[in-house]
């Protein structure tokens, strides 16, 4: 018996998810592969080579570092565009991977040029999320667009709330600052695509609807997550378990230890409330999760050393683990770490 878990990802069922989401916007709506964070931890390489298999011709990725890595894996050919921007100085990196920045203020654009004139690059315009783009007038301040500009994109602050009010300015602030520009327009994620046509201009970035997550609910799941049990005891009634002694028998009971913990993705803020599921049955988590261990009550499962628990798999998505914690499944997949066992369908 191994001590690690396995996580299982299902490379036909991303690219299934990225043929559905294409599927949804118009055919010259081009429909790009967001794979930074080692794509949302399901693997960069793995994941971007299948992409690009299947005809995906555009990636976004955070860092140049995370380009570079991609470039080596999907080879020459598909765009790289890396969202963090252009840092001066680091001409040399993008021009060696063949990626490309998103410029985003008139300081990086100014560098860019001067750089690396001609090269190709897109430009971020901030419409109202404020975290990262060109202001009105820095965009105003480079002139004309030179033609090296390939795409010209914001990102939305509010698009998996549909009825939130900023999503329509947002979008109306990008129609005004985009009006009449040559380059490839480009507004929405995942839930910006969902949004509707208005939303979807010449190019989607998606990212979590890829990986089966929420807001996109036709999506195939892609993770599951197993770790085995590596120890069964017997507890009496008023015994407790873990961290902080939160969890109480309140009769006589048995607990499993799975070998798994907040290292791996099983946010600890989880705790009580949460479950696994062995042989389909759910088993609730019992006091605290620790960094590399989760305590079950199996009392009412028949279970023994050896057996593997699912953490995440067709009884349990990515969003149930996510809303158990407090947080989104894009947090969930980031977070699952590298030490499972992994197996690529
Ligand atoms: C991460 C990111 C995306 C993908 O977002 P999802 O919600 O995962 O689809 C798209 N565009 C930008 C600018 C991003 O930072």
């Known amino acids: 018996m191994s001590l690690n878990g396995v996580l299982t990802i299902d490379l036909e069922a991303i690219v299934a ?12 709506t081009q429909t790009a592969a ?13 994941v971007g080579g299948a992409l690009a298999r299947a005809g995906a011709g555009t990636f976004f990725v955070a860092l140049p570092s995370e380009g570079a890595e991609l470039r080596a894996a999907i080879g020459p050919g598909p765009q790289i565009y890396i969202l963090g921007g252009y840092a001066v100085g680091d001409g040399g990196l993008f021009d060696r991977h063949d990626l490309r920045p998103v410029l985003n203020s008139a300081v990086q654009a100014a560098a860019w040029f001067q750089d690396r004139p001609g090269a190709p690059c897109a430009v971020q315009i901030d419409t109202g999320m404020n975290r ?21 994109m914001s990102h939305m602050g509010c698009a998996d709330d549909p009825a939130h009010p900023l999503n329509a300015q947002q979008l109306a602030e990008f129609r ?21 046509p208005d939303y979807h201009f010449g190019l989607t970035r998606m990212g979590i609807g890829l990986y089966g997550g929420w807001p996109f609910l036709e999506a195939r799941r892609v ?19 873990g961290y ?51 305590t079950l009550d199996v009392t009412d499962c028949a279970c023994a050393p050896g057996d593997m628990a699912e953490v995440l798999g067709p009884n349990q998505s990515i969003d149930d683990l996510a809303s158990a914690a407090g947080t989104i499944g894009h947090e969930i997949l980031t977070a699952i770490g590298s030490r499972y066992r992994r197996e690529y369908r």
């Open 34 to 46: 967001v794979v930074k964070a080692d794509a949302y931890g399901c693997g960069a390489t793995k």
């Open 132 to 152: 990262l783009g060109m202001e009105a007038h820095e965009l105003a301040s480079l002139g004309p667009l030179p033609d090296c500009v390939q795409i010209v």
């Open 244 to 294: 902080g002694a939160t969890w109480i028998a309140e009769r006589p009971g048995r607990i499993a230890t799975i070998s798994a913990g907040y290292a791996d993705g099983l946010i600890r803020a989880s705790g009580n409330g949460c479950a696994a599921y062995i042989g389909g049955q759910p088993v609730p988590f019992a006091g605290r999760v620790s960094m590399d261990l989760v």
């Open 17 to 28: 998810n990225w043929r559905a989401l294409d599927a949804l916007s118009e055919p010259e």
């Open 176 to 196: 005004r600052l985009t009006e009449g520009l040559g380059p490839t327009l480009s507004l929405s994620a995942t839930a910006g695509l969902l949004l509707g």
């Open 223 to 241: 993770v599951a997550a197993h770790a085995p049990i590596i120890q069964i005891r017997d507890l009496d009634a008023g015994e407790t378990v």
